[in-house]
T-cell receptor
């Protein structure tokens, strides 16, 4: 158990819908990262937050957004969902940007 | 939360043998390299890391070798056990600018009893 929690574990929804994925980092970690793991793209970095502020952006679509709250939990919002958004979404946390990232168990999103 | 279905190269070894998993990385400016293990239904789990100023680092039953000349990273697992069966990813990162990890495509390790 990495100490990073993600909810929900599974999510099934329809095209065009909007969903929110939630991540609670390990106690004491200020940095949160979101990654997408799909069949044809492997693990792709989406976005990083540090202590409530966006720190870095990766291959995140404009339909996706994220935020980190004062209690350091983070949410990833996915809107106007398409079939191709079906994937595993992982959250990772670290003390800061230089240290080891600990991954949560992931949320499996299925868009029908 | 498994990565089953990913079209990955597979390494099949006998229990007790040593395993070597290879990774070619792309960014010659990367400062830090990590190996992750992902078991079926779980998120990636840290195994071992190495900084770019080193060429070898050993852990418990695992060794990482870094060859910066050819941008190659390898993970050696000694006395491979059935519990080592998983997908293994290498990842790289810079210490400046964007510090998010860039992952390799992964290798599936199957340990035959």
């Amino acid at each position: 158990d990495s100490g990073v929690t993600q909810t929900p574990k599974h999510l099934i929804t329809a095209t065009g819908q909007r969903v929110t994925l939630r991540c609670s980092p390990r106690s004491g970690d200020l940095s949160v990262y979101w990654y997408q793991q799909s069949l044809d793209q492997g693990l792709q970095f989406l976005i990083q937050y540090y202590n409530g502020e966006e720190r870095a952006k990766g291959n995140i679509l404009e339909r996706f957004s994220a935020q980190q709250f004062p209690d350091l939990h983070s949410e990833l919002n996915l809107s106007s969902l398409e079939l191709g958004d079906s994937a595993l979404y992982f959250c990772a946390s670290s003390v800061d940007s230089y240290n080891e990232q600990f991954f949560g168990p992931g949320t499996r999103l299925t868009v029908l | 939360g498994e990565s089953v279905g990913l079209h990955l190269p597979t390494l099949s070894v006998q229990e007790g043998d040593n395993s070597i998993i290879n990774c070619a990385y792309s960014n010659s400016a990367s400062d830090y390299f990590i190996w992750y293990k992902q078991e079926s239904g779980k998120g990636p789990q840290f195994i071992i890391d190495i900084r770019s100023n080193m060429d070898k680092r050993q852990g418990q039953r695992v060794t990482v070798l870094l060859n910066k000349t050819v941008k190659h990273l390898s993970l050696q697992i000694a006395a491979t056990q059935p519990g080592d069966s998983a997908v293994y990813f290498c990842a790289e990162r810079r210490d400046t600018g964007r510090r998010a990890l860039t992952f390799g495509s992964g290798t599936r390790l199957q340990v035959q009893p």
